[in-house]
């Protein structure tokens, strides 16, 4: 089993172990050689799930230096190709595994470099998106991997529920919006997870407030620390706020993730501090045993 190394805030390195720390061996993993797999959900589409997701997984691979997999389950609108710049298709290995596509230091597969139209609509009931996420993640030659991401598609129904047990999920970040709405949807998603013993490893506040690029002074559009009342309300952790930049539409759209083109900025701080409380909460539970129920659908 191999150790991977995390950079401790303060610089330094320690080791990370999560599953050796458990004393669990291969067994529980679902998928060969992936050691922890988290997923990043929300309850609406649109809050920024999948930007959240990519940044952390960028952080977690570059900043963290853990080797990391990025898999979107997102599959009726797949946005990881363009938010990671992937190009081509995936080769086949000799094991007819498809081998994922590299980038920025992190393993990606998804739905959007496996069908033919970027265009074209995805138009599949439950059961063939579960057999299409099954190929996306059991049938990947990921190697040897610390942290899978998982963007998950948004909402709280079957197909969540049916990801989040057959992925053997260790945790789970909700990402939110500040506004009513969304919070309520967040709240659907932490019910969801805990329904099924999936430890919430965090709220993350997207969108928390402009800074106005002429004055400077921060606009709270939609609502103040909603994200993190919610969190205090449902006792689980808050990870922190990004704000609405718009750097991180740009590089999102360009392909070029914020945490890598400005690490300096508020925003790459913010998703590096994320990624650190990620990968101690993950290290805080593997003392525990959770015991996952089946839940017949
Ligand atoms: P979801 O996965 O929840 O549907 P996305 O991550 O695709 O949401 O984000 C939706 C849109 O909002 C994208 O254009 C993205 O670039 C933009 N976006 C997300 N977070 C922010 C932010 N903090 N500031 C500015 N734009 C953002």
Not at 7 to 21: H, N, P, Y
Not at 156 to 184: C, Y
Not at 204 to 224: R, V
Request: net charge positive.
């Amino acid at each position: 089993m191999g150790f991977g190394l995390v950079k401790k805030v303060g610089g330094g390195f320690r080791s990370f172990s999560v599953q050796a720390a458990k004393g669990v061996s291969s067994p529980s993993l679902k998928i060969d050689g992936v050691r922890e797999i988290i997923a990043v959900a929300s309850g609406k589409g649109g809050v920024g799930k999948s930007t959240t997701a990519v940044n952390l997984a960028v952080a977690l691979a570059n900043n963290c230096k853990l080797k990391v997999g990025l898999l979107d389950a997102d599959v009726y609108g797949p946005s990881i190709p363009t938010m990671m710049k992937l190009s081509g298709k995936p080769d086949v290995s000799q094991d007819r595994k498809l081998v994922p596509i590299e980038n920025y230091g992190v393993k990606c597969m998804s739905m959007g470099v496996l069908v033919e139209g970027k265009f074209d609509a995805i138009v599949w009931r439950g059961p063939m998106v579960m057999k299409a996420l099954e190929q996306m993640s059991r049938g990947v030659e990921w190697g040897n991997l610390d942290i899978l991401v998982v963007d998950m598609p948004p909402g709280t129904g079957d197909v969540q529920l049916s990801i989040s047990q057959r992925l053997q999920l260790s945790g789970a970040v909700i990402v939110s919006t500040p506004q009513d709405v969304a919070l309520m949807d967040a709240r659907r998603g932490v019910n969801m997870f805990s329904k099924v013993k999936i430890p919430i490893l965090g709220i993350i506040e997207n969108m928390s407030f402009f800074k106005c690029p002429h004055c400077g002074e921060p606009s709270h559009i939609f609502g103040k620390e909603g994200a993190r009342k919610t969190a205090d309300e449902m006792s689980v952790p808050f990870l922190g706020e990004i704000p609405l930049e718009v750097d991180i539409r740009s590089t999102s759209d360009e392909g070029k993730p914020i945490v890598l083109t400005s690490p300096n900025s508020a925003a790459s701080v913010a998703y590096t501090e994320m990624a650190n409380k990620l990968v101690r909460r993950l290290e805080e539970l593997s003392g525990q045993t959770t015991i996952r129920p089946e839940i017949n659908l």
